[in-house]
């Protein structure tokens, strides 16, 4: 079945002079059946992404002895996967609506399915390199298309809670990921963590073929194929550019030109963006307060946030010794942390709203972030555990706070260009994360006499440093509004009559 507008709430629809939908039976809520179908069909494709990047941030050791790499090296592996995500997230929004958004849903889980075998057969670093970024083509649109469905499918002040509710299943890829990544790797062999995507990606297609619409829109703005060649064109030579560099990968002549070149594309992307009509990536977005809090804010916050999938594994496993499965039953509890707390995001927000929780929140998340560079050892594995739960609790509050404020004062028609601005923004910003945590301990084992990377005190240093860039985030939310996102937690402003 087909749709030539985006599905609006009820009462949003009759409010913009639409005709009210059949009333449902008395003892059915019209929000829930809706957005839990959804989220359960994205949720595969979201389980499939995470458990993917968790799994194989676990297994980089490992992946990196059998290619004869550097574990460092490794990174590209990571970043080139979040390369693909950031060039080919902004034309999922136009893809959706041009060509119907289960059909672009399905093609991506095939791609990104084909991608994660392509990956379980590659020999070589390259090979990897390459497969990964096929694989990021097929995520690029899985999840925004997927989130986009979702967000036309309900009211404003439902956003929070079909947020929590979607990434709930979402998150046991991250929660699963760690433990059976070691396992395998440890038992096994690290090939199989890509394989075991074959059999979710057929369910979550057949899902998908059977119960999402074909949701798109009559009226399509043009694609803006310059823009889309200028943004793609910089954010891949500057991903890429920080990936490469240290440890001898790259000549440093070409990490200069690649990054040199990033910059230089994005900045005719910036004027190519003011004067065109509809721009792939609308900047006039950052106009919004609570939109623009949410994509710099956030980014910062990602930055640090974003090194812990690359250092934790690398501290545990090389630092400390441990094997992939050892590895995997510790970082695992922080994904309980997230876990838990999407059940309680609603009304945290309710009680405190978004301003407040975004401060303190950042704050807290960055100084627990901190702490894991104080790990030995010999540190008490309940007070390693008690963190690791802790970080995952509140990185995951900030997280669902940061996702959230981003619509609430984005109008409908607008939300496809929010959504793809936002997960570029997103997948840019993790990137960085990886590329700034693999320098950090480049930078601390230079200053060492054994130069090092994988020192205790390397790690120390690099953890403190990540910290600080997450928490430095709340001096971007502290410009937010008091009342900013009210409707969206339900809040009673003074303006509101008692």
Known sequence: MERTEP?????????????????????????????????????????????????????????????????????????????????????????ADRFGARTIFCAAIIVFTGGSVLCGFSSTLPELVGARVIQGIGGAMMVPVGRLVLLRSVARAD??????????PALLGPVTGPILGGFITTYF??????????????????????????????????????????????????????????????????????????????????????????????????????????VLGGALFRIGIGSLPFLLPLMLQIGFGMTPFQSGT???????????????????LRLFGFRFILIYDVLLSGAILATYGLFTPSTPLILMLGLLLAGGFFRSLAFTSINAIAYA?????????????????QQLSLSIGIAVAAGLLQVFAAL??????????????????????SASSALVFRHLAPDAGAELANRRTNDDPP
């Not at 829930?32 to 949720?43: F, G």
């Not at 956003?159 to 709930?168: K, N, P, S, T």
């Not at 070409?254 to 005719?268: E, K, P, V, Y």
Request: glycine content about 8%.
């Open 7 to 95: 599905r609006l709430h009820a009462k949003e629809h009759q409010a913009k002079g639409g005709s009210s939908a059949p009333d449902p039976p008395a003892d059915c809520d019209p929000v829930m059946p809706r957005y839990l179908l959804v989220a359960l069909i994205v949720a595969c494709a979201a389980f499939m992404e995470n458990l993917d990047a968790t799994v194989i941030s676990t297994s980089l050791p490992a992946i990196a002895a059998d290619l004869g790499e550097d574990p460092i090296a490794l990174k590209l592996a990571m970043t080139s996967y979040l390369f693909s995500l950031a060039v080919f997230i902004p034309v999922s929004g136009w893809a």
């Open 189 to 294: 062999h690290w090939r199989w963590i890509f394989w075991i995507n074959v059999p979710i990606g057929v369910l979550g297609l057949c899902l998908a073929l059977l119960y999402i619409e074909n949701l798109r829109e009559d009226h399509v703005r043009p694609l803006d194929s310059r823009g889309f060649l200028l943004s793609g064109l910089g954010l891949g030579t500057l991903i890429f550019g920080f990936a490469g560099a240290g440890r001898g990968l790259v000549p440093p002549a070409i990490i200069f030109s690649l990054i040199a070149s990033g910059a230089l594309f994005l900045g005719l992307y910036l004027r190519h963006a003011r004067r065109t009509e509809h721009p792939l990536l609308d900047l006039k977005l950052l106009a919004i307060p609570t939109f623009r809090a949410s």
């Open 448 to 469: 060492t006499p054994n130069g090092d990377p994988f020192t205790p005190a390397n790690f120390r240093w690099a953890f403190i440093a990540v910290g600080l860039i």
């Open 159 to 168: 956003i929070v809670r079909a947020l929590a509710y979607l990434m709930v």
């Open 409 to 425: 004062d984005i109008k409908t028609e607008l939300m496809s260009q929010a959504t793809s601005f936002a997960s570029v923004a």
């Open 330 to 348: 510790i970082t695992f509890i922080a994904s309980v942390g997230a876990l838990l707390m999407k059940t309680t995001a609603t009304p945290i």
